[in-house]
């Protein structure tokens, strides 16, 4: 089974991060991170890849859980819930 990653800002409803331009990071191994974006209408959830020297690639997974239910479709969660 795999190990679930845990951080602190992001395992909740995020309601007291600030609004900012930067994202909230967590790497998840080498060169992969997962981040949320907080918005004035909500948060987005981001994946971002990065090779040094070569490659920085950022995508937008999708909506975040901030003020609709998880339904692991089109609002999304973290960590993910599995049921």
Same mark, same amino acid.
């Given at each position: 089974?795999?190990? $679930?990653? +845990?951080?602190?800002?992001? %395992? /909740? +409803? +995020? ?5 900012? @331009?930067?994202?909230? &990071?967590?790497?998840?191994? +080498? ?13 987005? &959830?981001?994946?971002?890849? $990065? ?5 920085? @690639?950022?995508? /937008?997974?999708?909506?975040? %859980? ?18």
């Amino acid at each position: 089974m795999a190990r $679930v990653v +845990r951080n602190a800002k992001l %395992d /909740t +409803r +995020r309601a007291g991060l600030s609004h900012q @331009k930067a994202p909230y &990071w967590l790497a998840i191994t +080498r060169g992969f991170s997962f981040g949320y974006r907080k918005g004035p209408r909500g948060g987005v &959830w981001l994946a971002k890849l $990065v090779i040094p020297g070569r490659l920085r @690639k950022e995508n /937008t997974l999708g909506p975040a %859980d901030d003020s609709l239910d998880p339904n692991g479709v089109t609002v999304l969660s973290f960590p993910p819930h599995h049921g």
